[in-house]
């Protein structure tokens, strides 16, 4: 009589067949809690940069995913105080990430060029200016960006910068 019935598989493929299964569904189920414990979530960090008389501060999207609200702020510390206007330089590459990128306050001045956008304000009262953004991630953006802001002299050239990075998880 001719059987239909296949032969038994060899004893060491269903070892490792099985061996793969647990090795796929551990993988799953670690990917699973990391989501649920809000790793590929948005996450925010500080860099901190010092340098011709000024303490910079930004507060910045270290890890986000597509369409996530995100803040960024700049805080830009003179321990003698503003006499002349503040001029900051930021990435612009590093904005395209977001939705909006409109900052508070309004620069009395604004220019750009391919690389960068040029912030101009006038000096405020007191040791302390603050910039920041309220804005959500682009939701097509699939990658992060490197960014960088920097205070200028009334020259131009950077006295102080801070660099950064975002990461987008999918």
């Known amino acids: 009589m001719i059987t239909t019935i296949p032969d038994e598989p060899p004893m060491d493929r269903v070892r490792r067949a099985r061996t793969l299964r647990r090795i796929g569904a551990t993988l799953l189920v670690l990917f699973v809690l990391a989501g649920a414990v809000g790793v590929f979530g948005t996450r925010t960090t500080t860099t901190r940069a010092e340098g011709g008389g000024y303490q910079m501060t930004v507060t910045y999207p270290s890890n986000s995913r597509p369409g996530h609200a995100v803040r960024f702020k700049v805080l830009v510390h003179s321990e003698k105080g503003f006499t002349d206007p503040i001029r900051i330089r930021m990435a612009s ?45 682009e939701p097509s953006r699939q990658r992060g960006e490197p960014g960088e802001v920097s205070v200028l002299d009334a020259q131009g050239a950077p006295v102080v910068t801070a660099r950064f990075r975002t990461r987008i998880w999918p």
């Open 93 to 137: 590459t590093y904005f395209e990430l977001f939705d909006e990128n409109a900052f508070d306050p309004d620069a009395d001045a604004q220019t750009m060029d391919a690389t960068y956008s040029y912030l101009e304000y006038k000096a405020p009262d007191g040791k302390d200016f603050l910039i920041s953004s309220d804005t959500r991630v």
